[in-house]
């Protein structure tokens, strides 16, 4: 199994930025998918995340109306897009994936597999 982000970089706060997340030897559409954050000195924290058809997303409270996740089932791939970005969006962003396709969760003990993390850095 593998999740593999990529996307991330250094821009400038109010600017934007796009992520993505492969996803092989899993059956991607039966999974429910997320992104989760870890800033330096931070715990890991739930981004977003949307069920295995996309049909719902749910997402932190600091994100809602900036950030939006998709999901592309025959590409095996989830997206984040996040726009208005701010300094403290500054951490290193992850994709998970869950069994629980129908469900999203903030909880990441609810999901099985993860990416090894892409750097986002905004500059203020």
């Known amino acids: 199994v593998q999740l593999v982000e990529s996307g991330g970089g250094l821009v400038q706060a109010g600017g934007s930025l796009g992520l993505s997340c492969a996803v092989s030897g899993l059956a991607f559409r039966e999974q429910s998918m997320a992104w989760f954050r870890q800033a330096p000195d931070k715990e890991r924290e739930f981004v977003g995340a949307?069920?295995?058809?996309?049909?719902?997303?749910s997402y932190v409270d600091s994100v809602k109306g900036r950030f939006t996740i998709s999901r592309d089932n025959a590409k095996n791939t989830v997206y984040l897009q996040m726009n208005s970005l701010k300094a403290e969006d500054t951490a290193v962003y992850y994709c998970?994936?869950?069994?629980?396709?129908?469900?999203?969760?903030?909880?990441?003990?609810?999901?099985?597999?993860w990416g090894q993390g892409t750097q986002v850095t905004v500059s203020s």
């Open positions: 949307t069920t295995s058809s996309g049909a719902t997303t």
């Open positions: 998970a994936a869950s069994p629980r396709a129908r469900y999203v969760s903030s909880n990441p003990a609810n999901y099985n597999y």
